[in-house]
């Protein structure tokens, strides 16, 4: 049996101990659109619905996560793939009721691992307890690096607002999805709206070019209002989903975290970790040839 076959084997086998954790990557096609806030508040919001739920950064330039939630890690998966900490060893519970994985610079070691380190990191998996959702906060851009963390989830989340280079970008990030994995679903969420009416029409808009040009459905998954607590809770290390509960933001991420958890459909359910890291590694080898 070759070494494919048997990552195969081993990623069954794993899947098999574990219910299936559904991964959700949050992208966008521009920086500054309030992505890395978005993804803390919906894992939050999630965890508020009683599920047990893993935040990913996967944002390989800037550690934006851990600034939000006001944290320093010790440790990331760079000390996972060197052997040096088990995977279980890196996760941080923080008192907003999720668990981070800091990623730095650990996922530019993927390409280089061997077959035997590839296999030890899929059984890694194994070691943590099966999570309803990870969220997987990816950088900004249409870099294959981006795009790897993309295709590998079981959805994705892209994020705009009603800049009109930051619809231009959304859609960016969308055909390049498109052009890799046509299946995939993707989802959209307007961020910094100024009304209601806002949030739907540039949603609309970027749904019906989508659909026009790229024969892709798109789902509206709904709209966060522009919110002055929002960068008002970015500077105290605070997520506003805990310090601002009850505010427009708040509220949004709130209705978009139940229609995520409403979700029942067999297409959409979860397809698990294993799954997830068996996709990034094929991913990684594109990248790197």
């Known amino acids: 049996m070759d070494q494919a076959a ?17 991964t959700i990557a949050v992208t966008s096609g521009k920086g500054g659109v309030g992505k890395t806030s978005l993804s803390v ?41 060197k052997g040096k900490k088990k995977l279980k060893e890196v996760i941080i519970e923080v008192p907003e009721g999720i668990k981070i ?30 999570d309803d959702y990870m969220i997987v906060d990816t950088g900004a851009g249409v870099s294959q690096n981006v795009l790897s963390f993309v295709i590998a989830a079981d959805e994705v ?11 231009t970008d959304a859609y960016g990030i969308i055909k390049s999805i498109a052009s890799q994995a046509p299946d995939k679903i993707i989802k959209l969420v307007v961020n910094r ?19 026009q040009f790229l024969n892709i459905k798109v789902e509206d998954l709904g709209f966060v209002f522009d919110d002055s607590n929002v960068p008002r809770s970015v500077r105290n290390q605070k997520p506003f989903m805990v310090s601002y509960p009850k505010s427009r933001a708040s509220t949004c991420v709130a209705v978009i975290a139940d229609k995520i958890c409403n979700k029942t459909s067999e297409r959409e359910r979860g397809s698990g970790l294993t799954n997830f890291f068996k996709n990034l590694f094929v991913g990684v080898e594109t990248d790197d040839e």
Do not use: C, W
Not at 62 to 67: E, F, P, Q, T
Not at 117 to 129: H, T, V
């Open 6 to 22: 048997n990552l195969r084997r081993l990623v069954l086998e794993t899947d098999k101990t574990q219910k299936k954790t559904k």
């Open 101 to 130: 994985i800091a990623g730095a610079s650990g996922f530019h070691q993927l390409a280089n691992l061997e077959q035997k380190q590839r296999m030890d990191f899929i059984k890694a998996i194994s070691d943590l307890d099966a």
């Open 157 to 167: 989340i892209v994020v705009t607002t009603p800049e009109p280079t930051a619809i």
């Open 41 to 81: 508040s919906l894992a939050i919001a999630l965890a508020q619905n009683n599920l047990s739920v893993t935040l990913l950064d996967a944002d390989l330039g800037l550690a934006n996560i851990n600034v939000i939630l006001g944290i320093i890690p010790k440790y990331n998966l760079y000390h996972v793939i």
């Open 193 to 211: 709206a100024q009304s209601v009416a806002e949030g739907k029409r540039v949603a609309q808009r970027v749904i019906n070019i989508a659909g």
